[in-house]
């Protein structure tokens, strides 16, 4: 009996230092963190503050409405539609209403809402004169196909005018709807660790990325056929509404001296034409641009604000007729 008592007494003291060597990690990790310049940890905070798991399985999580946070030290308001920025205007007639889909680089993550592409676009406009609305649906870890059922699901009723798909090259990546487990969803330890063994056991690289891209976009794969069935589906509503269309292509950041995946911004010029989309290609604008030039931090790929401009630059003359 105290061979069996000293054992059990053994494996609950094990117990206990492993509970307690876990919650200082996690303090400790946290108060590192405090910075806000842990990318992955940033972005495990924003789908925990503002992302809520979708009842649409295509989806898989949408924003949660007039809600905020401070995510990568740069505040980020979500307004009643659940879009970065002010309170949607009541419709007037006559005044344009631009919605622009997209994913995180949209969204303008690491970047203050007065520098997003959408913000200076209206602010163009507004020097130009004109009473334009300018609205981000960008919604971080979407691609083609949730950005079109977001808006035939929940923003039909926003009323566009006019419809920007902002396109990166990864938007025919197969997503799944995920969640991960209870110590994922909490636990910036359990964030970290996982985010080490993909690192360590994934494939990483410039080749690999290239690899990965042309199986992705290979005539026949599950994410190009997907990716372009959503881009006839959103033109085949905009046609029969006669909503005017516009694809603007962005360039992957990491190396734009000697691009590699100039073929999927010819593909998607290809099915922008064939489906009635004025196509914008946003890599002239960011060529000779280094990774510290736009990087909205180091070690984080989104652009900054000066990508957001150039974005902006490139895209308005188009919208505003003067191209």
């Not at 925990?48 to 979708?54: A, D, I, M, Q, R």
């Not at 898989?60 to 970065?84: C, F, M």
């Not at 997907?226 to 694809?247: C, G, Q, S, T, W």
């Not at 001296?257 to 073929?263: C, K, L, N, V």
Request: charged share 20%; hydrophobic share 40%.
């Amino acid at each position: 009996m105290n061979g069996m008592r000293r054992a059990l007494f053994q494996i609950i003291l094990l117990l206990v230092s492993s509970v307690v060597c876990f919650g200082l990690a996690e303090a400790g990790l946290r108060l590192k963190n405090s910075s806000m310049k842990n990318y992955d940890i940033e972005m495990w905070r924003y789908a925990k503050e503002l992302k809520t798991p979708s009842d649409d399985p295509v989806l898989g999580h949408e924003h949660l409405k007039s809600r905020s946070a401070t995510l990568q030290a740069v505040p980020i308001r979500l307004n009643e539609w659940g879009l970065r920025g002010e309170p949607v205007r009541p419709p007037a007639p006559g005044r344009r209403r631009i919605l622009v889909l997209g994913s995180s680089i949209t969204l303008g993550w690491g970047v203050a809402e007065d520098d997003t592409m959408t913000a200076r676009l209206q602010k163009m406009f507004k020097a130009d004169g004109q009473d334009v609305e300018v609205l981000n649906a960008g919604i971080g870890n979407y691609n083609a196909v949730r950005c079109v059922e977001l808006f035939l699901t929940r923003l039909k009723d926003l009323q566009p005018t006019d419809i920007v798909l902002h396109y990166f090259v990864n938007g025919a990546e197969v997503l799944e709807p995920g969640g991960g487990n209870v110590l994922l969803r909490n636990s910036e330890v359990a964030v970290t660790l996982w985010q080490v063994a993909n690192r360590m056991f994934g494939e990483s690289g410039e080749g690999s990325l290239d690899d990965h891209y042309r199986a992705l976009y290979a005539p026949g794969s599950k994410g190009r056929t997907e990716m372009e069935a959503a881009v006839k589906r959103l033109a085949d509503y905009a046609h029969e509404h006669n909503i005017p269309l516009f694809m603007a292509m962005t360039p992957d950041v990491h190396n734009l001296e000697d691009y590699h995946f100039q073929y999927i911004h010819e593909l998607m010029g290809q099915l922008a034409r064939q489906y009635g989309y004025t196509y914008v290609d946003f890599l002239p604008a960011f060529r000779g641009l280094r990774p510290s030039d736009i990087f909205a931090m180091p070690g984080d790929p989104h652009p900054n604000a000066l990508g957001h401009l150039k974005m902006a630059e490139a895209l308005y003359p188009v919208l505003a007729g003067k191209s």
